[in-house]
């Protein structure tokens, strides 16, 4: 029997994964193994063993113990695994060009709190943007207590620090398209972005971007999308814990219920009225909120 190597998922298809071997800067396509007539399905961040076929490709064998997982919470409260062994996300956010979405940003950082990550926010694109807009975003999102850089990989601004802040840290890259994620890969000396392929036995196959970029002691991979980072149902109590200067002031509200909305006495809206809390943080909430809780329904 060949022998099998260790390795890390960076991406998955339908029928398949990219995966990297220890040792090699290139990935390679991977079979999934049935088990008992079932595919054991890997994610992002996995740590793998896998044998190597006659083309190139590999079959995974075996999945190895995830230390974590990320998880989000899909119809009727059931969840999904969509990354393992990750300690940090790392945001990146345009601040021109697309113009930044602050809603998105937001939403990954709550999603870090709730799933008790570290969080990295980048902004790129500064030589685009106004200078005030720089420092303004750049302040609010430190005095947050977030490690938050201002990156231009063509000019090298900032890169150092980035590489310096991601050292040791197994790291999944999160933002919309057009942001500069394969500028910053690139300027990291990540491996180029795999595409589609086709292997026999798999037919074709497309799967999200895959790139690696390897750290000491750690990873930086690509998401396969900032959709899957939705919180799915939750209610505003649930949704204000992911908003480390909205959690502090809730506990002042009135109402223990105070949902943040419309209720009087709330310190939230305070705050937020004498600009102790950013407006667009506020914003943010107010949308999040939108998009994740369904109010039950009155009963007469």
Not at 125 to 133: G, V
Not at 136 to 153: C, D, F, H, I
Not at 193 to 201: C, I, P, T
């Amino acid at each position: 029997m060949s022998e099998l190597f260790p390795g890390l998922v960076l991406g998955i298809g339908k029928n398949s994964a990219w995966i990297a071997l220890d040792g090699e800067s290139e990935p390679r396509m991977a079979a999934l193994k049935r088990m008992r007539g079932k595919r054991e399905m890997p994610v992002s961040g996995d740590r793998v063993e896998a044998r190597i076929l006659e083309d190139a490709s590999a079959l995974i064998e075996r999945i190895l113990p995830r230390q974590s997982t990320l998880t989000r919470r899909i119809a009727r409260g059931r969840s999904k695994v969509m990354a393992a062994n990750v300690d940090t996300l790392v945001t990146v956010t345009s601040l021109a060009d697309p113009p930044p979405r602050l809603t998105t940003l937001d939403q990954l950082l709550v999603y870090s709190e709730l799933e008790s990550i570290a969080a990295v926010v980048i902004f790129t694109k500064p030589d685009r943007a106004a200078p005030s807009l720089r420092k303004e975003l750049g302040a609010l999102y430190e005095s947050l207590g977030y490690t938050t850089l201002v990156v231009n990989p063509k000019t090298g601004q900032n890169m150092d620090a980035l590489r310096e802040s991601l050292a040791g840290r197994k790291a999944m890259l999160a933002g919309v398209s057009g942001v500069g994620k394969s500028s910053i890969f690139r300027a990291l000396g990540g491996i180029a972005v795999v595409g589609e392929l086709s292997s026999a036995g798999l037919g074709k196959q497309t799967t999200s971007t895959a790139r690696l970029y390897r750290l000491p002691s750690g990873f930086l991979i690509d998401s396969p999308g900032v959709s899957e980072f939705g919180l799915g149902k939750a209610t505003p109590a649930e949704v204000v814990q992911g908003f480390p200067e909205l959690r502090e002031r809730a506990a002042a509200c009135k109402f223990n219920d105070c949902s943040h909305l419309t209720e009087p006495g709330c310190a939230v809206r305070t705050a937020v009225d004498a600009g102790v809390i950013a407006p667009s943080r506020y914003e943010s909430y107010l949308r999040i909120v939108e998009m994740c809780y369904t109010p039950p329904r009155a009963e007469y």
